[in-house]
């Protein structure tokens, strides 16, 4: 399958815990303002490439602890993505997921798509970015809006339940 991304980072140590295969999905729709990827915004921006390849890619990566999915918005690619997520599941490898939807939104949009891959996900980081919440002391997000969450947990007890990494 076919995924448009903005861009791979191998080896990313500022997108989750340890060394983190990193794909930055194509296209946003939040227009956060002071967003630091505005290129990543254009649905028609970046480049395509095919879901088997970063598959391969990635287990081609031995000093990997994970792999990150980024944006842009990742669940504007749902399926693509939960392609991605079930292969990675295969090889016991953890999924760390940024979005600009929050956890509440991406539940009650209802979208069968966007809910399964809320199911492969281990680790959401949600919501927008707030440039008045900016917080340059917080580990892995942008302002102090966003929260780190144990999506199989939060799912399993429906509320949200923050994680601890
Ligand atoms: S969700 Fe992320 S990529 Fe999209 S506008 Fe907001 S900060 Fe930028």
């Given at each position: 399958m076919e995924l448009r991304v903005a861009g791979i980072v191998k080896e990313s140590v500022v997108d989750g815990p340890g060394f983190r295969y990193v794909i930055f999905a194509q296209g946003c729709?939040?227009?956060?303002?002071?967003?630091?990827?505005?290129?990543?915004?254009?649905?028609?921006?970046g480049y395509v490439v095919d879901t088997e390849s970063i598959i391969e890619d990635i287990k081609q990566?031995?000093?990997?602890d994970g792999v990150t999915f980024s944006g842009g918005e990742p669940f504007l690619q749902a399926e693509a993505f939960i392609g991605i997520a079930e292969k990675l599941g295969e090889l016991n490898m953890n999924i760390i997921c940024y979005s600009g939807f929050t956890y509440e939104e991406l539940i009650e949009r209802k979208d069968k798509s966007w809910i399964k891959l809320l199911g492969l996900i281990d680790t959401l980081i949600d919501g927008p970015y707030i440039e008045e919440l900016k917080d340059l002391s917080v580990v892995f997000r942008g302002s102090d809006n966003q929260r780190i969450i144990d999506v199989k947990e939060s799912l399993r007890q429906n509320k949200v339940i923050l994680a601890d990494i």
């Open positions: 729709e939040h227009c956060c303002k002071g967003c630091h990827n505005p290129d990543t915004h254009a649905m028609d921006g990566s031995r000093y990997i």
